[in-house]
């Protein structure tokens, strides 16, 4: 999990947008594979996802867990909606498909059959470590043509401020890579290569070598031209220097015919060498103050404190989950050194057994700089299911919010969109704003 959040928000974002839309949590997960398929083959920048769960579901529990989606019918199976997600159900037990259309009909025209990799790119799955926490097979050509090529945007910037660096350090030939990681009692990379016949094995490993030694210094004039905040700056200060010792750890050789580079670190330098990756990644020269907040405002140190805070949201048309995913982000971004972890839950077997989706539409819903409780308060009421409400303490008022203990993490609190039925049913303490 410290690997997790030192990806940054961005990251967070993505996996609570995940959650929220599919209800399928990261703990029930136990293999997570994402895959990406040339553009000129259907699918551009976004994944498929396949989730291995820890207990394997038949398919009808499958579809429960999903909110019991409708299917639609094809020659080939059927294709299930979930919010953004069309979702095939698998007859093997514990898996579901989660990916944009074009992609998952392909998977039921293939029969469920994996597409056809590179000849490099299949010599290094074959030497993939399946005990590894992350591995990561790619073709560099994809990352440059497609992922990051010019016109794609990121949370950080233009896509070249990734793809330059890594055309840099890759340099040309290299046709296939497979990258490791293991977080154990120390933090291991590793990462295998194929140039195929175009460049000597040796020249690669010493090009590979001589570009890493030249890191440290490119990083720290990087540093200086930035100028970070004061929130990171020790850090920034230090990031030339974690880089430098990694190097100094790093061997690179060839094993049989594959040129092979390992890294092994503490286990505590994995996740700083990727929170400052990530905050230098996020920064841009002359900024200067990245993180930083324009005027000085007092943290809130509980969540009650924190429903005081006042935001603003603008919602045109969103499903619930979606808009929910969407104010836990906004909270994280604006909001540093929070003492605790801020999240929103939707309890969808709750909302269910009233009747209610948590793919539930909300239309044309502003609040402008107004308390955060004011603000969930107005959506359980936009995407409650008896639009005749006036009044949060009405009965007919089915959809509220709640504090409880968080389930993931003992001592910490979140917020828990719930039913009144399951609040009473369970005994959880409503806000005032509910209650008559």
């Known amino acids: 999990m410290t690997v997790l959040t030192a990806l940054g928000p961005e990251v967070s974002t993505m996996i609570s947008r995940f959650e929220a839309t599919t209800g399928v949590s990261l703990d029930k997960i136990d293999r997570l594979v994402l895959s990406w398929l040339d553009e000129e083959q259907g699918q551009g920048t976004a994944p498929t996802v396949v989730v291995h769960l820890?207990?394997?579901?038949?398919?009808?529990?499958?579809?429960?867990?999903?909110?019991?989606?409708?299917?639609?019918?094809?020659?080939?199976?059927?294709?299930?909606?979930?919010?953004?997600?069309?979702?095939?159900?698998?007859?093997?037990?514990?898996?579901?498909?989660?990916?944009?259309?074009?992609?998952?009909?392909?998977?039921?025209?293939?029969?469920?059959?994996?597409?056809?990799?590179?000849?490099?790119?299949?010599?290094l799955q074959k030497q993939s470590d399946g005990d590894r926490h992350v591995n990561i097979l790619m073709a560099p050509s994809f990352l440059f043509t497609t992922l990051f090529r010019d016109g794609n945007s990121f949370y950080f910037g233009a896509a070249t401020k990734v793809?330059?660096?890594?055309?840099?350090?890759?340099?040309?030939?290299?046709?296939?890579?497979?990258?490791?990681?293991?977080?154990?009692?120390?933090?291991?990379?590793?990462?295998?290569?194929s140039a195929g016949l175009t460049l000597d094995k040796r020249e690669l490993i010493t090009q590979m070598r001589d570009r890493m030694n030249e890191i440290p210094d490119k990083i720290e004039n990087y540093i200086v031209n930035i100028n970070p905040s004061k929130h990171w700056r020790a850090l920034a200060f230090r990031f030339p220097s974690m880089i430098r010792f990694l190097h100094e750890q790093t061997r690179i050789q060839v094993e049989g015919q594959t040129p092979v580079l390992n890294i092994v670190l503490p286990l505590e330098a994995g996740p700083?060498?990727?929170?400052?990756?990530?905050?230098?990644?996020?920064?841009?020269?002359?900024?200067?103050?990245?993180?930083?907040?324009?005027?000085?405002?007092?943290?809130?140190?509980?969540?009650?404190?924190?429903?005081?805070?006042?935001?603003?949201?603008?919602?045109p048309q969103q499903d619930l989950n979606l808009a929910i995913a969407d104010i836990v982000t906004d909270v994280r971004s604006s909001i540093t050194g929070l003492p605790f972890e801020?999240?929103?839950?939707?309890?969808?077997?709750?909302?269910?057994?009233?009747?209610?989706?948590?793919?539930?539409?909300?239309?044309?819903?502003?609040m402008e700089n107004q308390p955060l409780e004011e603000i969930l308060t107005g959506i359980v009421m936009k995407a409650n299911p008896v639009t005749t409400v006036q009044s949060p303490t009405e009965k007919d008022q089915k959809l509220v919010w709640l504090i409880t203990d968080d389930p993931l993490k003992a001592g910490n609190k979140i917020i828990l969109l719930t039913t009144r039925k399951a609040a009473e049913t369970k005994q959880y303490t409503l806000p005032a704003v509910f209650v008559e």
Request: glycine content about 10%; aromatic content about 6%.
């Open 54 to 123: 820890k207990e394997a579901l038949d398919r009808g529990d499958r579809s429960g867990l999903l909110g019991d989606p409708d299917a639609e019918e094809t020659e080939n199976g059927s294709v299930f909606q979930v919010g953004d997600y069309s979702t095939l159900i698998p007859e093997q037990a514990g898996v579901l498909v989660f990916g944009s259309s074009e992609p998952i009909h392909a998977i039921l025209e293939w029969g469920g059959k994996p597409p056809l990799l590179r000849r490099t790119m299949s010599q």
């Open 163 to 193: 793809r330059e660096p890594l055309q840099w350090l890759l340099g040309e030939g290299l046709e296939a890579i497979l990258v490791s990681f293991h977080f154990d009692s120390v933090f291991y990379v590793e990462a295998r290569m």
């Open 272 to 315: 700083n060498i990727l929170i400052a990756s990530e905050l230098s990644l996020a920064s841009s020269p002359g900024a200067g103050n990245v993180g930083e907040s324009p005027t000085a405002t007092t943290v809130p140190q509980t969540i009650e404190e924190l429903l005081k805070s006042s935001m603003s949201v603008d919602i």
């Open 342 to 366: 801020f999240d929103i839950k939707i309890d969808g077997n709750d909302l269910m057994d009233e009747g209610i989706t948590r793919n539930q539409a909300i239309r044309d819903f502003v």
